[in-house]
C-alpha cells in the first residue's frame, strides 16, 4: 500500500462544513497517524478512487464497514485539523 503523498483537491463535499486551506505536508502527515484499518480504506477511497464494494472485498471486510472506516477516519482529520486553528 502506497503511502499517501499527494491529496486530491477536495469539491463540493457535503462532509465539509468550510473551506480550509491547510499544507498538503501536514494533512499527509495527519493521514499517515490514522490507525491502519482507517488509513487503508481512506487511502483506496480518496486516493485510488475506489469503491467500497471493491475496498471491502480487497480487505475482507464487509461493504458497510469500509463506509464506517471512512467516516471515523474523516471525523479523526477535522478533529486534528481543527486543532491548528484553535488558540
Same mark, same amino acid.
Given at each position: 500500500? +502506497?503511502? *499517501?503523498? #499527494?491529496?486530491?483537491e477536495i #469539491?463540493?463535499?457535503e =462532509? $465539509?462544513?468550510?473551506e *480550509? /486551506?491547510?499544507?498538503?505536508? !501536514?494533512?499527509? =502527515?495527519? !493521514?499517515? +497517524?490514522l490507525? #491502519? &484499518? %482507517?488509513? @487503508? *480504506?481512506?487511502?483506496? %477511497?480518496? $486516493?485510488?478512487? @475506489?469503491?467500497?464494494? =471493491?475496498?471491502?472485498?480487497?480487505?475482507? $471486510?464487509?461493504?458497510g464497514?469500509?463506509k /464506517?472506516n471512512?467516516?471515523?477516519? &474523516?471525523?479523526?482529520l477535522?478533529?486534528?485539523s #481543527?486543532?491548528?486553528f484553535?488558540?
Amino acid at each position: 500500500m +502506497q503511502i *499517501v503523498e #499527494e491529496l486530491p483537491e477536495i #469539491e463540493d463535499n457535503e =462532509d $465539509i462544513d468550510e473551506e *480550509v /486551506s491547510i499544507p498538503e505536508e !501536514v494533512l499527509a =502527515d495527519f !493521514v499517515n +497517524q490514522l490507525p #491502519e &484499518r %482507517y488509513k @487503508m *480504506v481512506f487511502n483506496l %477511497y480518496v $486516493i485510488e478512487e @475506489m469503491s467500497h464494494k =471493491d475496498i471491502a472485498a480487497l480487505l475482507g $471486510i464487509n461493504e458497510g464497514t469500509s463506509k /464506517s472506516n471512512l467516516a471515523r477516519a &474523516r471525523e479523526i482529520l477535522k478533529r486534528k485539523s #481543527e486543532g491548528i486553528f484553535r488558540p
